[in-house]
């Protein structure tokens, strides 16, 4: 399973664009990169999903590059409300024995995202 | 409302007891997942289960057991092998192929 290295805190000011960059050199052929939410004391939050190249949501971008060692996380306009620990995933999508795929992911230490007004 | 619910959210046990921690779903998910995170620490992976009556070890599954009788339900039993029990236990859900639902955690506290 490829590890990732993401910084280990970051600052911003409320209304500014946040791109949090993420490195897995070790990605493979089959893994797609995801990144989750985490406020204090509360499960994570699905943010985005992809595979390559560029993905957009209602909250959140997700820049790949074509090589797929790394991503960005791009959150538009940040507010207070951001403040939170963001998690860059690769998962590892596999069979198991009674062939449903299951998301074996691997959280690491997340970045600490502090949106100040 | 669908989504998964854990109980209760603190719990608070002797050192030497065994604790069951509840996880239930009404997602209609096939695969469930028990997750322990440590102050500071991202998540780590104790057990998970794709279908009824099979479940697989995660990371850390020592000291750890679990049971899915149920589509619905994934206990968590923390056993007193179990050296550092003290942590957030998180329990989460997902169709195949898909992101992972998460509970909202039991912070257990053993003294």
Not at chain 1, 98 to 106: P, V
Not at chain 2, 32 to 53: F, H, T
Not at chain 2, 89 to 108: D, I, K, M, N, V
Request: a neutral charge; hydrophobic letters at 30%; proline letters at 5%.
């Amino acid at each position: 399973l490829a590890k990732t290295t993401q910084p280990i805190s970051m600052d911003s000011y409320e209304g500014q664009e946040v791109n949090i960059t993420c490195s897995h050199n070790n990605i493979a052929t089959n893994d797609y990169i995801t990144w989750y939410q985490q406020f204090p004391s509360q499960g994570p939050r699905f943010i985005i999903q992809g595979y390559k190249t560029k993905v957009t949501n209602e909250v959140a971008s997700l820049f790949i590059p074509a090589d797929r060692k790394s991503s960005t996380l791009s959150l538009p306009r940040v507010s207070l409300s951001d403040t939170a620990v963001y998690y860059c995933l690769v998962g590892d999508i596999f069979r198991g024995r009674y062939g449903g795929a299951t998301n074996k992911l691997i959280f690491g230490t997340g970045t600490l995202l502090a949106v100040q007004p | 409302d669908g989504g998964i619910t854990q109980s209760p959210k603190y719990l608070f046990r002797k050192e030497g007891q065994n604790v069951t921690l509840s996880c239930e779903q009404n997602l209609n998910h096939d695969a469930m997942y028990w997750y322990r995170q440590d102050p500071g620490q991202g998540l780590r992976l104790i057990y998970y289960s794709q279908i009824v009556n099979d479940f697989q070890k995660g990371d850390i599954a020592e000291g750890y057991s679990v049971s899915r009788e149920k589509k619905e339900s994934f206990p968590l039993t923390v056993t007193s092998a179990q050296k550092n029990p003290t942590a957030f236990y998180l329990c989460a859900s997902s169709r195949t192929e898909s992101e992972q639902y998460f509970g909202p955690g039991t912070r257990l506290t053993v003294t």
